[in-house]
């Protein structure tokens, strides 16, 4: 049974994150052990919250399952993102099953730059990736009118680490959707959520980001895990096929883990993944928030106010 208050409190983080039933239940338990999943759904019956929502349209988009595959499935994209100080690109991948993000800010999106973070994320990956799917960017892939000699920068780190590249079909951006979910997801959590004045200041919100995602956020399609918790299943199931033990990675009070430093605390961590969705789940688009910091300006002209 749940108590006034808590029934409030369940009640209230629904209708202002608009989650699904399963990541409220996730997200809940930190603050209630004891709730279960049924208890959660009466509540939401009880004050007319059972279903979200539909679209503007009034339908609810199709399910889709994708194909089954063993961990070192990869999904990689970039995309734009606008800064104080100009255009960056982020290079983002993902894997299919395991659902463990990777993502870099550049300058530029060249070719060099996208093999490198290939390479990067491939030596940070505990275990062995056996297929990457991209588009066909000029980044991946060599175009019809180009003619590399040594070939492309891209394809050499796959055949250096023995992985098979794989292609979208042209004009099919949904066949990579799983990592054009995770750059609409991380856009909303870093860029449309922050203020940053600084390319670091971004960066640091990324590494904030990736770290929460990969050891804090419990998955719907991981059956409640989280992306680490999830791998380290795997490695005890098969550990043939990773290259070191996983659970040295564990997040610890001054580990920098696999993406780096963060001034965020664990707890911090954890309340900011509130209102982040699921890169491959549907539902509504978390509200953009107010820059958090005032512009100097209106604040030299502030006035106190007259009693």
Avoid at 43 to 59: A, T, V
Avoid at 166 to 190: D, G, M, S, Y
Avoid at 263 to 279: C, F, V
Avoid at 290 to 298: A, E, F, M, V, Y
Wanted: glycine share 4%; with cysteine; proline share 7%.
């Amino acid at each position: 049974m749940l108590s006034a208050e808590q029934e409030a409190i369940a009640v209230a983080f629904r209708r202002h994150t608009l989650l699904a039933l399963d990541d409220c239940l996730y997200a809940l338990q930190a603050a209630i052990p004891h709730l279960s999943r049924s208890a959660l759904h009466r509540c939401f019956q009880r004050h007319g919250i059972s279903r979200l929502p539909l679209s503007e349209d009034g339908q609810r988009p199709p399910k889709k399952k994708f194909k089954d595959y063993p961990i070192g499935y990869l999904h990689v994209d970039f995309a734009e993102v606008q800064t104080e100080e100009g255009k960056q690109y982020l290079f983002v991948a993902i894997d299919r099953t395991s659902k463990v993000a990777f993502a870099e800010l550049h300058s530029r999106a060249k070719r060099v730059v996208a093999a490198e973070f290939l390479r990067r994320v491939l030596d940070k990956l505990p275990y062995k990736v056996h297929t990457v799917l991209t588009d066909n960017g000029v980044q991946f892939t060599p175009q019809p009118h180009q003619f590399l000699p040594g070939g492309h920068s891209f394809d050499r780190i796959c055949r250096e680490y023995g992985v098979e590249h794989r292609l979208t079909k042209p004009a099919h951006p949904w066949a990579n959707c799983q990592v054009e979910r995770l750059n609409r997801t991380i856009k909303e959590a870093t860029v449309q959520r922050f203020h940053s004045q600084t390319t670091d200041e971004l960066h640091e919100h990324l590494q904030a980001f990736l770290l929460a995602y990969n050891h804090a956020k419990r998955l719907k399609t991981l059956r409640g895990l989280t992306p680490h918790e999830f791998i380290c299943a795997q490695w005890q199931k098969n550990p043939a096929i990773f290259t070191r033990d996983p659970t040295h990675l564990t997040l610890g009070l001054y580990t920098l883990c696999w993406f780096g430093p963060t001034s965020m605390s664990a707890k911090e961590l954890l309340w900011s993944l509130m209102d982040w969705r699921s890169p491959c789940g549907g539902g509504a688009t978390p509200r953009a928030r107010r820059p958090c910091r005032p512009s100097p300006t209106r604040a030299a002209k502030r006035r106190p106010r007259a009693y």
